[in-house]
């Protein structure tokens, strides 16, 4: 209803509004229908974001294509590059994809996904642009992206393995959530512009208080290796695509760039052998005993896709601000609210 | 010398021994020749590394190969095979390439960095069999390996961009390094089979210390994105290869693999620009404030890069144990021992 107010097609607003009910779907809350006011409206009705742009395939060489999207809805820019990537490795055995001039794609792990359903492995990487949010090891200021990851493999029988993680101890998102909610949030997600630990989610949202790199912000702790993460994304799917980056690049309009890549599984093992490795693997790993009070040990992918078929029958909670804006906005286009629909 | 001596040739004997000193020349100082001994003059004793085995091409469609390498030495193994990933990506923009049957192949960034000299993006990953060292969040006993991470970019006239991690907190190497100098470790490496936080480096040794992923063994702080890691390092390197993985596939005499990965720039962007904007975004981390008393930032390679010159005039610091073994073994072999040649 949203993105068809604002002048898409009735298939991409289709598609577009998957992508964020996926997320919630899979209790990847952070990623879901609360950024629809806040991101993607906000930046439709500035104009950052424009639904007449489409995904223009600037070269192609063997197995890679690069894209301008031209401002277009990450959401949609990501999911054409992914399917150009899955022609390409059906071709080529792999594929890879850059793309440029995009937006905030949402959860990374849905454009993973989808290689994995086509019997292939995916990888999604996006940058931030030219607007960093996270601290680097000694650094007065935000220099690094969240810079997400997103990796898929089919797994035979089981649920699809799905890692969807930011190179960030945590996604932004989790942390205005944690707002939402009223809560603080733990000691070791963000330092002050002083190097000091931080719990108040304002102080992120105001711009005094730093992400911290996965690992941290001691070498001890392996916080390098989550700086040198998110710099590994960096290059991939911002340097490399053409798009802004977060340091050097403060000049520019800012452009998000993706990187898609996909590896045809079939290429490497004949017929079930992956599916059958992938299910001898998990499926040990699944039945390893824990420690008493411990949950079960369980892999990326596998609790998403439980947690999915629970609210697919109960529903999906959302935090009483995402649903009382929602409403608001729904109201504004004329549209029924979710208290009618229920919840 | 010791490779000649377990019937490699001349040329073999000089690669391998390449990849261990370009690991003690950049600061790597628990992938070098303190590896020698104790990894693969072991493994070439008990013949369950063969000096004779050659890199046998099984698969070849599109862009992607697959090797066997029939418990050829991991540092050739993945020296031939990267080769053969950068020749895929001569000729399709991108070449990805799977190895089975391996052994230990030292420092995972000299591989990544091999495409990185041939003006490509390279990945380097490794598992380690069916000989897992690492705890995953309530597991009684190791269940993951320390699944390295190699990942190298040509950077213009700066030192190229290389990043070489594990995927745990740390890798095991400096827990033995540890040892040899006599120190605990710090808090946050390793657990106890009650889950508990341990530092002294013999209890990795024995088999009670069990290494915790990168990001720690609690959610809140991201343990569950460095087990994420280190089974996406399993799916690529271990299940799609064909080797031993991890969980599952203890019946198996013991079989490493790795996963190779090239990338062509120059298919993405012309000429020089993705050196120009590796240069642009790299120097301005390079010149980023810090706080008074924190080191400059760095990225990875760059201070590597630093460390080889300095060690390139001064020389390589051995710990003492590592001198005495290596000495033992000269004599053994009839060698001038490092003492004669000076340290």
């Not at 810079?147 to 890692?163: H, R, T």
Request: hydrophobic share 45%; glycine share 12%; charged share 15%.
């Amino acid at each position: 209803m949203t993105f068809l107010r604002y002048g898409f097609s009735s298939e991409q607003a289709a598609a577009a509004a998957d992508v964020l009910l996926y997320a919630d779907l899979h209790g990847l809350d952070s990623h879901g229908v609360c950024n629809l006011l806040p991101i993607y409206v906000k930046a439709l009705s500035d104009r950052s974001i424009l639904p007449s742009s489409t995904l223009r395939r600037v070269r192609k060489k063997g197995a890679i294509s690069t894209f301008d999207a031209s401002g277009m809805l990450g959401l949609l820019a990501a999911k054409g590059a992914m399917e150009a990537a899955i022609e390409l490795a059906a071709e080529h055995s792999v594929g890879a994809v850059t793309v440029m001039n995009s937006s905030h794609f949402g959860t990374a792990g849905y454009f993973a996904r989808m290689a994995a359903q086509s019997g292939m492995i995916g990888l999604a990487l996006t940058n931030l642009g030219n607007r960093p949010v996270g601290y680097a090891q000694g650094s007065r200021r935000a220099i690094i992206g969240t810079n997400p990851l997103g990796f898929a493999s089919p797994a035979g029988d089981l649920p699809s393995f799905v890692l969807d993680m930011s190179t960030t101890v945590v996604a932004s998102g989790k942390i205005k959530l944690a707002k939402d909610l009223g809560e603080e949030v733990p000691v070791g997600w963000m330092v002050n512009q002083s190097g000091q630990p931080v719990t108040d989610p304002n102080s992120y949202l105001e711009g005094s208080g730093l992400l911290v790199p996965l690992g941290g912000w001691q070498r001890s702790t392996g916080g390098h290796k989550g700086l040198g993460l998110s710099l590994l994304v960096e290059v991939l799917s911002g340097v490399l695509s053409g798009a802004s980056v977060s340091l050097g690049f403060e000049d520019e309009q800012n452009s998000i760039g993706h990187f898609l890549f996909a590896l045809d599984v079939s290429a490497f093992l004949e017929g079930s052998i992956f599916a059958e490795r992938m299910e001898r693997f998990l499926s040990s790993l699944l039945g390893e005993p824990v420690f008493e009070g411990h949950e079960a040990l369980t892999y990326p992918g596998h609790s998403d896709a439980k947690i999915a078929l629970e609210r697919g029958v109960h529903g999906i909670p959302l935090p009483a601000p995402t649903v009382a804006a929602l409403n608001w906005h729904a109201s504004t286009l004329g549209a029924v609210s979710l208290a009618e629909i229920g919840q």
